[in-house]
């Protein structure tokens, strides 16, 4: 089992910038690939971006692409999602998850492992 544990969510406005930290502890030997979701009221779920744990490949959805950056620490076993320029469309749930087989990134079932989630809001 992986545990995995968000933080940095909060309140911006529109413009502004927050740093959301996804602590990963248990059985993480395994990890192929981490990544981010977010959910906003009444939407499913979506893709954000991804890592592979093994290298520094990165994959973003166009909606965030030049505006978030992930990044991981494989030593503190922990990524990072730095979100720039924020904009109301960005309020969500966000979500960490990971994975440890498969070829997808982009979809819900491509991970087997979520955390609870942080909210971010952005106001405008």
């Known amino acids: 089992q992986v545990q995995l544990v968000e933080s940095g969510g909060g309140l911006v406005q529109a413009g502004g910038s927050l740093r959301l930290s996804c602590a990963a502890s248990?059985?993480?030997?395994?990890?192929?690939?981490m990544g981010w979701f977010r959910q906003a009221p009444g939407k499913e779920r979506e893709f954000v971006a991804a890592i592979r744990w093994g290298g520094s490949s990165t994959y973003y959805a166009n909606s965030v692409k030049g505006r978030f950056t992930i990044s991981r620490d494989a030593a503190k076993n922990t990524v990072s999602l730095q979100m720039n320029n924020l904009k109301p469309e960005d309020t969500a749930l966000y979500y960490c998850?990971?994975?440890?087989?498969?070829?997808?990134?982009?979809?819900?079932?491509?991970?087997?492992?979520w955390g609870q989630g942080t909210q971010v809001t952005v106001s405008s």
């Open positions: 248990g059985r993480t030997s395994n990890t192929y690939f």
């Open positions: 998850a990971t994975k440890t087989y498969g070829s997808g990134l982009s979809l819900e079932y491509d991970y087997q492992y």
